[in-house]
């Protein structure tokens, strides 16, 4: 049976319709928009610090949000299988993902990261039998073939990419799509914001495990008592934005929704990504970026409609 078939057999077609679709939205708009606060952040700190702040700040928040079901939901073994997956994402993800940006282009690593949907698809049929329907494949061919051409110009443009980098970006491009996967899977079992907070203290465990290696070891400065507390405070808003809020928010679409239906919502991130880029950095996208973008747009609301 599809994946569109059960969702429909479920019942689930006006709760996907007002609680899925406006959470994926909001999460592809946020990590849209932190990708932009990211990118003008390390300019001013190495990565790894930057990681460190915004997990902190996230993990605060999302506890939180996580008052009414503190700590009993925590006191379980299975939330302690759940929250394991936090290693995936934001934990090995976004370490690696980070060690290979430094190795690569970022043109290269962007076209890399624009397979998440295809991989996602791919480990839910390999690991939960999910198959995909005709539409979604058509749905998500398209929305990559966008992707290809929104970062095609950085691509071309930068020297040829480290072979070395260009396989840690895979590696956390898959790490990530088996985020989705393992996620949505137990994603209905608990309150999101519940849920997020615990992967993400696993996820902060592992960043501040490689933050102490990378200092002690002279790879990276110990710049945070030289940060201004307004570039802390950034820092820290940024995280909410990208960890806190963009987690809470896909974890309630993955509720009612497939991980391959739900890997093509994340093809809107970039889209957010150019608007940010353009309110905050005055990045002007090129004509090749916007088809790209409306391209995106297109696959998403058919592969909605054909849902």
């Not at 993990?59 to 503190?70: D, G, T, Y």
């Not at 890399?112 to 058509?138: D, K, Y």
């Not at 849920?195 to 200092?215: C, D, K, P």
């Not at 809107?268 to 004509?287: D, I, Q, R």
Request: with cysteine; hydrophobic share 60%; glycine share 8%.
């Amino acid at each position: 049976m599809s994946v569109e078939a059960a969702v429909e057999r479920d019942g689930e077609k006006p709760r996907l319709q007002w609680v899925a679709i406006p959470a994926m939205i909001g999460s592809a708009a946020c990590w849209g928009f932190a990708t932009v606060m990211s990118r003008d952040l390390l300019a001013v700190m190495p990565s790894t610090t930057l990681l460190v702040i915004q997990l902190v700040a996230s993990v605060v928040a999302l506890l939180a949000l996580s008052i009414p079901h503190f700590p009993w939901r925590y006191r379980t073994a299975a939330m302690g299988k759940a929250a394991s997956i936090g290693i995936l994402e934001p934990g090995l993800t976004y370490t690696i993902g980070l060690i290979g940006l430094s190795l690569t282009t970022a043109g290269s690593a962007s076209v890399i990261s624009a397979t998440e949907p295809v991989l996602i698809v791919l480990v839910a049929w390999l690991l939960l039998r999910e198959r995909p329907g005709g539409h979604l494949m058509l749905c998500i061919a398209i929305a990559v073939f966008g992707l290809l051409l929104v970062s095609a110009e950085g691509f071309f443009d930068e020297e040829r990419a480290s072979g070395w980098g260009d396989l840690l970006i895979i590696l956390s491009t898959l790490f990530a799509a088996s985020y989705v996967v393992l996620s949505s899977r137990v994603a209905q079992n608990y309150p999101a914001a519940t849920l997020a907070s615990a992967q993400q203290i696993v996820g902060l465990a592992l960043a501040l495990a490689v933050f102490a290696i990378v200092t002690m070891a002279g790879l990276e400065p110990a710049s945070l008592e030289r940060l201004s507390a307004s570039v802390v405070a950034y820092a820290a808003f940024s995280g909410v934005i990208q960890y806190a809020l963009a987690f809470w928010l896909y974890l309630i679409g993955l509720k009612y929704l497939s991980a391959g239906t739900a890997g093509l919502w994340l093809t809107l991130v970039p889209v957010f990504g150019l608007a940010g880029a353009y309110v905050w950095l005055s990045e002007v996208p090129t004509v090749l970026m916007l088809v790209g973008a409306a391209l995106i747009i297109c696959a998403v609301i058919f592969g909605n409609r054909a849902r």
